[in-house]
């Protein structure tokens, strides 16, 4: 059974930091691209950021650019997600997504529960 | 506003057939594949439709997924109450070599 964990969400303070990390089980992690999605309260969901299999592409969306970075630990089946200088407007829940192949697609086969990070002084 | 656009709401009475669309553009939809999820309330997204018009192994066969030039459509048949929920359709954006959703859809069971 696939599994996907999300850790590391809480509250930060706006320009703080905080590292998620997202533990994979139940299929080969190294195969398959990763994604970050995040959903803030009451509102849709919003892309964040993606990686290929071997780490060789990696994108994130504008909003998080410069901010926020993706990467991946194949030996240990986890993904991450660095997050600085932290704003109000990155609250929300922040859900791991397996891709369906390699490469990077809007194809995300399946998804954790999701962790919440709260911004707030 | 989302680059695909989505009808914020949606509804009918159980046995009817419902279609939710999804607008984008040549770079979006128009040159991409539009993959569908379902976020029933309180949990995560769940992948329904994929390739425009794949269901996943699971996934009632009520559910269909179409895609004509720079829109798609789900379709949804015989609702039922269970089908109450959020849908957003996502597709690769070449312009902004990202992601994108739509707005999503709220789906009410009347």
């Known amino acids: 059974e696939v599994q996907l964990v999300e850790s590391g969400g809480g509250l930060v303070k706006p320009g703080g930091s905080l590292r998620l990390s997202c533990a994979a089980s139940g299929f080969t992690f190294s195969s398959y691209s990763m994604n970050w999605v995040r959903q803030a309260p009451g509102k849709g969901v919003e892309w964040v950021s993606s990686i290929s299999s071997s780490s060789t592409y990696i994108y994130h969306a504008d909003s998080v650019k410069g901010r926020f970075t993706i990467s991946r630990d194949n030996a240990k089946n986890s993904l991450y997600l660095q997050m600085n200088s932290l704003r109000a407007e990155d609250t929300a829940v922040y859900y791991c997504?397996?891709?369906?192949?390699?490469?990077?697609?809007?194809?995300?086969?399946?998804w954790g529960r999701g962790t919440l990070v709260t911004v707030s002084s | 506003q989302s680059v695909l656009t989505q009808p914020p709401s949606a509804s009918g009475t159980p046995g009817q057939r419902v279609t939710i669309s999804c607008s984008g553009s040549?770079?979006?939809?128009?040159?991409?594949?539009v993959n569908w999820y379902q976020q029933l309330p309180g949990t995560a997204p769940k992948l329904l439709i994929y390739s425009n018009n794949q269901r996943p192994s699971g996934v009632p066969d009520r559910f269909s997924g179409s895609k004509s030039g720079t829109s798609a459509s789900l379709a949804i048949s015989g609702l039922q109450s269970e089908d109450e929920a959020d849908y957003y359709c996502a597709a690769w954006a070449d312009s902004l070599n990202g992601v994108v959703f739509g707005g999503g859809t709220k789906l009410t069971v009347l």
């Open positions: 040549s770079s979006t939809i128009g040159s991409n594949t």
């Open positions: 997504a397996s891709g369906n192949t390699a490469m990077v697609t809007s194809l995300y086969w399946f």
